[in-house]
Structures are given as C-alpha cells and as structure tokens.
C-alpha cells in the first residue's frame, strides 16, 4: 500500500499534538484562559484539559507509534482519538467565549478533521472487516451503541423539547451566555445518527460498520473520562457537589473498555 498518505496522516498529527499540549497546558495552568467564560464553564473546561493534556496526548503519539508498526487495534485507537479531538475543538471553537488560544483551538480543530478523515480513507482501503472473525458477536456491541445514543437523545431532548415549546432558553445556554448549546448540535445532528448508522451497518458486517464501531468506542471512553475530569474539576472548585453523574461516566467507560476487549479479542494479526 502507498505509504504516502501515512505520511501526511503522521506529519498532522504531530503537528497536532504539539497544538493540543499548547491549548491543553494553557487551559489547565494559565488562570486567565477562561477568565470571560461563566465559572462552571471554566471549571469544566480545566477539567477536559488536564485529561487532554495528560492522557490524550501521551495516547495520540503511541496509537501514531503502533499504527507505524502496523498494529491494528492501533489504528482504531488512533482514529477514536483523533475523533474525540475533532469533537471536543468545534466545542471549544463555538463554545468557549473568545480568548488568545482561538487561533490555536482552529488549528488544532482542522488538523484533527483532516487527519481523521485520511485515516478513515486509509482503514476504508484495508478490507478491514476480512480482519475480523466471523464470531465477533455485532448484535450485542451494536445494541451497545444504540443504547448510548437513545440514552442521550433523551437527555438532550429533555433539556431542549420544552424550551422549544415554551419558547424559552435550556438551562446550559442561558447559563454559561451562549447563542447555542454545541453539544446540542454535535450530538443531536451528527454523532448520534452516527451511533445508530454505524450499528446498522455493523449487523449487516459492512466494511465501514467495523471501522466506525471501535472508532466510535474508543470516543466514548475518552469523552467519559473527559466528562468525569469535569465533575471532579466543578467539586475542587467548589461549584457543584453533584457526584452521581461521574458514577453515571464511569459506568459507561467500563462498559466500553468491556466492548472493545470484546471487539478486539476477535481481531485476527491484532500485533
């Protein structure tokens, strides 16, 4: 295969994470980042950037290592990563009010999308389901997806439906003073519909169904741990004592960590 693509795919994503470790320090350990933003929203944003800079980073350069040794749980573990960058940047980008870092929460956005799609390209042109063994149970790892984006379209939609129809504000708009909710958007218009699209897809064992599913795992685990940092970051700066959403996380990142053993354990030449 054409090496050439792997090439543009590791010169980005170094790149990359030299940008993410800037916004991600800046973030953590420079007060004045969020100073104009509402102070639930700071905390949480210092919270997302510890994990980033932390465990995203490190996990960003060795998923590039493996993916060069031609590892293949690698290179899921790469994209779902570059996945989760992607998303977290049109957050930070939309959501978080202007600050120094904008330039730099551009940067690393675009160098996340463009990565993330060659490499989608790239696994697209590997006949990955051929990897797989034709055990792999896609009934109950599809279910699993399904379940998390009903799960969530519930809790979007009761925060969204009765401000539609009482033609107010949700609640984390007119807190944190934004036009809109960017989670809203994501997750309602593009990563949902994804979850459901990629579980139909694998139960019909479709190439981009076993592309996606790991992909879209390895997301939700990093985005649970990030969303745990939060809370944990809302309790140390004394804004919210509210736990129970962290076991919520937790259990989610279990059972994702569950799910892709699974996924992975059926993978044939995984080293």
């Known amino acids: 295969m054409n090496n050439r693509p792997l090439k543009i795919i590791t010169f980005l994503s170094l790149i990359l994470t030299v940008s993410l470790a800037v916004v991600s320090y800046s973030g953590a350990f420079v007060p004045t980042t969020y100073e104009r933003d509402a102070p639930s929203m700071a905390a949480q944003g210092i919270g997302q950037d510890m994990v980033d800079l932390f465990l995203v980073v490190p996990l960003l350069l060795f998923s590039l290592f493996l993916v060069h040794r031609k ?51 790239r696994l697209n042109q590997m006949e990955v389901e051929s990897w797989f063994n034709s055990k792999l149970p896609v009934k109950i790892i599809g279910g699993y997806l399904i379940f998390v984006a009903v799960l969530f379209y519930l809790l979007w939609l009761k925060d969204v439906v009765p401000a539609i129809l009482n033609n107010t504000i949700p609640q984390t708009v007119r807190d944190y003073n934004l036009l809109v909710n960017p989670v809203h958007v994501l997750d309602l218009s593009i990563v949902l519909p994804g979850f459901l699209i990629t579980a139909i897809l694998l139960f019909k064992k479709h190439r981009l169904g076993f592309i996606f599913t790991p992909i879209a795992l390895v997301f939700i ?21 509210e736990t129970s959403v962290a076991g919520i996380f937790i259990v989610l990142a279990i059972i994702s960590i569950l799910f892709l053993s699974i996924f992975f354990k059926y993978l044939r030449g995984a080293n």
Do not use: E, P, Q
Request: glycine share 6%; hydrophobic share 60%; proline share 0%.
């Open 221 to 241: 685990l990093i985005l649970t741990i990030a969303l745990i940092g939060m809370v944990v970051m809302l309790r140390v700066k004394g804004i919210s004592d």
């Open 71 to 121: 590892n293949r749980v690698a290179y899921f573990i790469f994209a779902g990563t570059l996945f989760y960058i992607l998303y977290s940047f049109v957050i930070y980008s939309l959501g978080v009010h202007f600050n120094r870092l904008f330039l730099w929460y551009c940067l690393t956005l675009g160098l996340s999308l463009y990565a993330f799609l060659l490499t989608v390209i």
